[in-house]
């Protein structure tokens, strides 16, 4: 008599755990957050960001290389060799191919420099047109800086940087001293502080050995038209000329590249 009834209460009691179990599922569950999320089987909830995601599903692993495909790109760059009219300021700039900011460049020991000539010349350009035939371009990548750029000029639009794809000529940024560009080095009263450009090189001058200069890597996504039709032209524009009634200040172009959809 007593082992049935102890049987008899074993399967209640499995009953009772069934009945307790069944009931959670589907129930709304409180996160960190203070927000209710359902609990569905196949999910985990994460953290505070009140999101869940699938574990171990095709879906999951599948919108993952969707994502991963869609980010890849590749990099074209364009020497300067042909378009240089100075030399970079630094006693061992770098030169050749070289990453800078996780981005390639091809760079020589000369720079582009508006309002400046390998002498006898004394043409002082005031822009520049960089022929390019990238498909697909993405974003733009220039290692560009400033020279004289006094805080008379702070947050003067002193250029702009433009692009031609599929004939058509459009504006991706102006260059306003202090956001996309700032001097490139950091005494006198110069501006060197810009919110826009990561600075991605630092070397000893070579007008003043004591002291350091820098490079930085302005990054511009281009219009749509770009990545349909292709990139066939970039063009630096040096107005501070024509804006501010003065040769300064001058921009330094160090480095150019295009970054595309392969």
């Known amino acids: 008599g007593m082992s049935k009834i102890k049987?008899?209460?074993?399967?209640?009691?499995l009953g009772v755990?069934?009945?307790?179990?069944?009931?959670?599922?589907?129930?709304?569950?409180?996160?960190?957050?203070?927000?209710?999320?359902?609990?569905?089987?196949?999910q985990t909830v994460v953290g505070a960001t009140e999101q869940a995601s699938t574990v171990g599903s095709g879906a999951s692993s599948g919108a993952s290389s969707a994502a991963s495909h869609q980010s890849a790109t590749a990099f074209?760059?364009?020497?300067?060799?042909?378009?240089?009219?100075?030399?970079?300021?630094?006693?061992?700039?770098?030169?050749?191919?070289?990453t800078l900011g996780g981005v390639p460049f091809e760079l020589s020991e000369?720079?582009?420099?508006?309002?400046?000539?390998?002498p006898p010349g004394d043409a002082a350009p005031t822009q520049v047109t960089i022929g390019v035939q990238v498909p697909q371009a993405y974003r733009l990548h220039l290692l560009l800086n400033t020279?004289?750029?006094?805080?008379?000029?702070?947050?003067?639009?002193v250029g702009e940087v433009n692009v031609v794809c599929s004939g058509v000529r459009s504006n991706v940024a102006s260059l306003q001293l202090g956001r996309e560009v700032r001097e490139w080095h950091s005494e006198g009263k110069v501006v060197d502080q810009a919110s826009r450009p990561r600075e991605v090189w630092r070397g000893v001058r070579t007008d003043a050995p004591a002291l350091e200069g820098?490079?930085?890597?302005?990054?511009?996504?281009?219009?749509?038209?770009?990545?349909?039709?292709g990139l066939s032209a970039v063009e630096i524009v040096d107005v501070s000329a024509s804006s501010l009634n003065s040769l300064d200040p001058a921009l330094n172009l160090v480095g150019l590249t295009v970054e595309h959809y392969p």
């Open 214 to 229: 820098h490079i930085d890597l302005l990054s511009l996504d281009l219009p749509p038209v770009c990545r349909e039709e």
């Open 110 to 118: 000369q720079a582009f420099k508006t309002q400046s000539s390998f």
């Open 76 to 98: 074209e760059s364009a020497p300067l060799r042909a378009y240089a009219n100075s030399r970079l300021d630094f006693q061992s700039p770098p030169v050749g191919a070289v």
């Open 147 to 157: 020279g004289n750029g006094f805080t008379l000029y702070q947050d003067k639009v």
């Open 17 to 42: 755990s069934l009945l307790t179990i069944g009931s959670l599922q589907g129930q709304p569950v409180l996160l960190r957050g203070g927000t209710a999320s359902t609990m569905v089987p196949g």
């Open 7 to 13: 049987v008899l209460l074993a399967v209640l009691a």
